[in-house]
């Protein structure tokens, strides 16, 4: 029996493939590296000295995922695959709407075809929208999301539930991310996004190496501690275990749908973030404040209670170690 993961060569997916080879699970990945290379493959190996099987396959391509799933038995799917950036979302929807959600729907039509019955779906926090308390716990339901790509989240969590109401053998995770930086310890794999990134922490090691001049932090008047953004980081490779923890708890809970924050449950601001990267690498990060970036939020932060409670999850590491495992990969590549 293998586990299918999807998007496995992306950044979060290539964390998680090293944590399931690492427990010794059997394991096929496909991705079609629209936003990671091939030599991922090599590295993950390289970190885990063990093997694995890899499609280079579109998930929109249903004849070769019918293939995937008639050469393997599958018996659960971890589906990563999906374009992610927000401000892309705003300009090109009708792709986002097609990768992301044309997607998902052919990956449940051919698990249903195979009899393939459990999945773990990487959500976001964005599907809280707004609700007005900064500590975003499962029980605020879905909100309205700003912008197409956290729209494709909280659909695909609807045609999620919709799918279990049709078929109640079905056993559904869907994993809520909070703000996952960091890299492999090894500094082997880890987020080198191409171009001008857009997140904070690729922003950050960009500048470190000297590839950028200097930050931007966007708006430094919010109500919060030091008046610059608040989010909850998080360790990717805390993130991974979580993935690993979820596909347990669908083992023993048997069919439904479950849902769980992933985050740290602590909020730290675009300041301190910047500040503990200086300090644990010793380098020095220029920034400058400038205006708040349209439709980003003061601050939110997760409440895990539930991961903990029901998947016995938590994370573990520091901000100091997500900072030293960025720029250590970074240096590496
Ligand atoms: P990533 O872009 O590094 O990984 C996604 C992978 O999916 C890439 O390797 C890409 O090539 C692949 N892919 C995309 N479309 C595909 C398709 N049609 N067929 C096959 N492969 C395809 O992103 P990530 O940060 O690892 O995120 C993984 C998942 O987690 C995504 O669904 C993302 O939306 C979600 N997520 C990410 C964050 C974050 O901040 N990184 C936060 C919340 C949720
Ligand atoms: N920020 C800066 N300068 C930058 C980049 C970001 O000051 O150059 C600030 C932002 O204003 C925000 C914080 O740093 O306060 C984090 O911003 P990111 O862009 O790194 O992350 P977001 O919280 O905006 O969004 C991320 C993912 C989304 C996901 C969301 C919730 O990119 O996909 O977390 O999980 F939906």
Redesign the pocket.
Known sequence: MSILVTGGTGYIGSHTVVELLEIGKDIVVVDNFSNSRPEVIENIKKITNKDFKFYEVDILDEEKMNQVFQENEIDAVIHFAGL?A?GESVKKPLEYYYNNITGTLILLKVMRKYNCKKIVFSS???VYGNPGNPKYVETMGRGVPTNP??KT?AMIEEILEDTYNADKNMSISIL????PIGAHPSGIIGENPQGI?????P?IQKVAIGELKE?????NDYNTKDG????DYIHVQDLAVGHLKALEYLEKKGSGVYIHNLGNGQGYS?LE?INTFEKVNNVKIPYKITD??PG?LDM?YADPTKAKNELGWENKKSLEDMCRDSWNFMKNN
């Open positions: 992610k927000v976001s926090a964005t790509y956290g989240k809520r991310y909070f703000n990134p857009n997140n904070l922490m922003y930050v931007s932090v966007f708006g610059t953004g608040v989010r675009v973030i708040r970036r980003d939110f």
